[in-house]
């Protein structure tokens, strides 16, 4: 099973190989890998698709510390570092476009492009703290929890009954705890949009019209970064890359196609 060494970490990663031009994808919060599975499918081998687990996620092994995205922007450069990858397009859902975001900040010459699925630059409202902080006290609870998958499934998916039966599973055989840090540093991340025209790359924007990210923050997104497009996915939820494949994937080729001669 392959892992990049940080200093208090093993990054779990999944690496198509090849000879394509690299692309760096980090997953949606409570998910792993797997999210972009159709991805990986459709875009090799045209392009080499390196997925990535964050801490408290998946296979990645840390000691659930505290840590902030630009944490994780550090263990998203130390997978490229372990793979001796220079520059690639780093992007990812939610939470990976967090990452992905400040890794373009932190190393500007190594990012080609970005791909930023559901995703800000805002941080978390006094509501959604609220409102997550609930959730996650039951979660950690005594309490059954199949429920409280089946909803936070309904959120994030949709009404795709096989993805949502597929990841409750998944959720409430997990250690309720393992997230606890990764949940503070969602809730807690920092506020990057006046720092945003820092950032020259091509950026891919696709907001699904029913994530739990405001349409307007996506906006605000593409506006304000330098040469950025933009695709709303109607009817879409956070998880787009898996109920809407095709729509996500059309997208990412045509623009991945268009910036292979200089990445």
Do not use: K
């Amino acid at each position: 099973m392959p892992f990049a060494r940080a200093i208090d970490a093993e990054i779990h990663y999944e690496d198509t190989g090849g000879d394509g031009p690299v692309v760096l994808l980090g997953h949606e919060f409570f998910m792993d890998t797997t999210m972009f599975a159709a991805q990986v499918t459709a875009l090799t081998p045209d392009f080499r698709i390196v997925t990535w687990d964050a801490r408290g996620h998946g296979r990645t092994r840390d000691e659930g510390l505290p840590f902030t995205y630009w944490t994780a922007a550090r263990d998203a450069l130390t997978v490229l570092d372990h793979l001796g990858v220079q520059r690639a397009v780093v992007g990812g859902s939610s939470q990976g476009g967090f990452s992905a975001l400040r890794t373009a900040l932190l190393s500007p010459d190594r990012v080609a492009a970005l791909v930023l699925i559901a995703t800000e630059a805002h941080p978390a409202t006094p509501l959604e703290r609220e409102t997550a902080h609930r959730f996650l006290d039951r979660w950690a609870g005594p309490g059954p929890r199949y429920l409280l998958a089946e909803h936070l499934a309904g959120r994030l998916i949709g009404d795709d009954p096989w993805y949502c039966t597929m990841w409750a599973q998944r959720w409430v055989t997990r250690d309720p705890r393992a997230t606890e840090a990764a949940a503070n540093c969602l809730l807690t991340r920092d506020d990057i949009l006046e720092r945003l025209c820092e950032i020259a790359c091509p950026a891919l924007v696709i907001h699904p019209s029913r994530a739990s990210v405001p349409r307007r923050n996506a906006l605000e997104l593409a506006r304000r970064l330098r040469d950025s497009r933009f695709l709303e996915i109607d009817g879409a939820h956070q998880a787009v890359t898996m109920t809407h494949p095709a729509e996500v994937n059309a997208a990412l080729h045509a623009f991945l196609t268009e910036l292979a001669p200089s990445s």
